[in-house]
């Protein structure tokens, strides 16, 4: 969802367009005024994706965006509550055939206006388990509001209903999944500044997706909504729900054994290779030879680190050994060669030419020289055992 005002027209296309070159499929605009919603008519002939307006308490906001080219609709159950107006909206869209979504959230579904029917309504929410309560009251409102678009005989609905609590939205979706057909939008709402709202949204969306359900998701911070889109194509790739757009980057949290200065190396690479791969290679940049291998086991391009240089592999195969310096730029090269050799059909991405050999820890990697050179280790040897490389001592082992 865009975060500036729709009615600052050159602004609003900029950032829809923004969104949708990070990898957005639908932009969602708000439209509170009718200034936004005439605005709408000049946004969306310059914009390439579907827009959806973002409707609440005016429901003429909702006939106007329709009339304005819109693509979709959204109206909360909790603030445009007039049947006659929600009959209004709905006859619009079904004679354009447009979508509406009916987006209950936990912060506006408690009635606001009416005094007593809040009253009741708080009552009831204290009185009773809290989570269970609200949710029951998501439900009922949705079921209430749904039952017009049926008696329209008005079909093209999504829903959605979000909440802050990340338990809580795993719940009501569970919930909804099995009680309702349409298909889900899902969020976490209001989840906070991305350094702890990515953990409250990934948390909730990944256990119902991985559960099967949800359609479209939206992640929400309170941050530029370019991460939101970077952070929720994340999550679909790494879930395996979409096909990855370029590079699949891991990399080694470092640790005690760390002889490189590996976090800057990691950034390094993590933006040149965003700039410059399009292709969904596997880059494997791990800190030492304790899980470097079996990373790069599985990566088409990988480094593993030793002391203060590096060893390149590509498709298993020893290509480089560089001193830290040199790791970056060799790494790139390798990368930027292999998808060359993909997209020309030479490589497959996943496909491995040989095993990978790992280098002895204490020789070519040069980790371990210390020990070494203290006498305690004097030679190691590669051997074969059943196929496998194992590292074998010769002389006195070290302590
Ligand atoms: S790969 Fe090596 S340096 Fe990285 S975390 Fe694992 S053991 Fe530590």
Known sequence: MTAG?????????????????????????????????DAL?????????????????????????????????????????????????????????????VGVNEGSIIERRDKQKRKEELGKFFAQHKQGHLMALMIAKLEEYLDIFYEQDFYDIAISAKSMDA????????????????????GVTHAGPKETGCIRSIAALSALMCNGVGDTIRISYANDPIYEVEDGLELLWSLGLRERKGVDLIACPTCGRIQVDLFTLVQDVRKALAAEITVPIKVAVMGCIVNGPGEAEGADVAIFAGDRRGIIYVQGEKV???????????????????????????????????????????????????????????????????????WSLQGEPHA
Do not use: W
């Open 167 to 186: 338990a809580f939205v795993f719940d009501i979706y569970s919930a909804i999944s099995e009680r309702f057909d349409e298909p889900l939008h899902l």
């Open 5 to 37: 005002y729709t009615h600052d027209i050159d602004k609003c296309v900029a950032e829809i367009n923004r969104m949708a070159a990070a990898g957005a499929d639908i932009v969602r605009v708000a439209v509170p005024e009718k200034k936004d919603t």
């Open 41 to 101: 008519r000049e946004i969306i002939p310059q914009v390439r994706v579907p827009i959806v307006a973002d409707v609440h308490f005016h429901f003429q906001r909702a006939l106007e965006a329709v009339e304005a080219g819109v693509h979709k609709i959204r109206l909360n159950p909790g603030n445009i509550t007039d049947r006659a107006q929600v009959i209004d909206v709905i006859q619009a869209c079904k004679a354009k055939g447009l979508p509406i979504r």
């Open 320 to 390: 480089a050994n560089v001193p830290e310096p040199e790791i970056l730029d060799r790494l790139l090269n390798e990368c930027r060669e292999f998808q060359a050799k993909v997209m020309r059909g030479e490589a497959k991405l996943g496909e491995k030419k040989v095993d990978i050999v790992p280098p002895d820890p204490l020789g070519e990697l040069g980790s371990g020289f210390d020990k070494i050179a203290s006498g305690n280790v004097e030679k190691r040897v590669a051997v074969t055992v059943g196929g496998e490389v194992k």
